[in-house]
């Protein structure tokens, strides 16, 4: 099966299953995996479900399936290339343009800054009406209520990982600290 030198997914110390490259059928994580992504190490949270990434910009991609009649969470990892995806600063505003509060006004954003293990992130939420899409923000007819995005760039050496949670808010905050320990999880 042919593989993507950045990302591969071992389960108990063993190589499981790609993330990218052949399409393989989806993953529940009952008990703990394990990501590569860059070269670093992340412990999968149990119960996300992988998936083929749907882009060559996405290094992973997970789901957290909702009670029925629900959308799912949605955990993606972005890895534009070595000083590519642009600073976090820019992607903040692009995210939070993404955002309307229920008069169509822009939302508040909780930003945060902190080290692990020598890698600095940059912790942003957003809560509202979520136009999700490139650029600033996607058509109002596919924005949906009450929606989190949680979005994490660890900006390691070998280059910016930007990591998303996103879905509806009821179930991303459950998701909220393992999402933040997924991203945080990064060891050489």
């Given at each position: 099966m042919?593989?993507?030198?950045?990302?591969r997914l071992a389960a108990h110390g063993t190589l499981a299953a790609t993330l990218l490259g052949a399409v393989s059928p989806a993953r529940t994580h009952a008990q703990s995996a394990t990501a590569t992504l860059l070269g670093y190490r992340t412990t999968v949270p149990t119960g996300w479900v992988s998936g083929q990434p749907s882009s060559s910009m996405r290094l992973a991609e997970y789901?957290?399936?909702g009670a029925a009649g629900t959308l799912p969470v949605e955990?993606?990892?972005?890895?534009?290339?070595?000083g590519q995806g642009g600073s976090p600063e820019?992607?903040?505003?692009?995210?939070k343009s993404q955002f309307s509060n229920p008069s169509g006004g822009p939302v508040q954003e909780a930003v945060s800054h902190e080290t692990v293990r020598g890698i600095p992130y940059t912790i942003a939420e957003y809560r509202g009406t979520y136009a999700r899409g490139v650029g600033m923000g996607s058509s109002a007819d596919a924005a949906r209520p009450d929606?989190?995005?949680m979005a994490i760039v660890a900006e390691t050496p070998k280059g910016t990982l930007f990591f998303?949670?996103?879905?509806?808010?009821?179930?991303?905050?459950?998701q909220r600290a393992a999402c933040l320990s997924f991203a945080r999880g990064l060891t050489p």
């Open positions: 042919p593989t993507h030198p950045l990302v789901k957290v399936p955990i993606v990892v972005y890895f534009f290339g070595p820019a992607n903040l505003e692009r995210w929606h989190i995005l998303q949670c996103f879905g509806p808010s009821a179930a991303v905050e459950k």
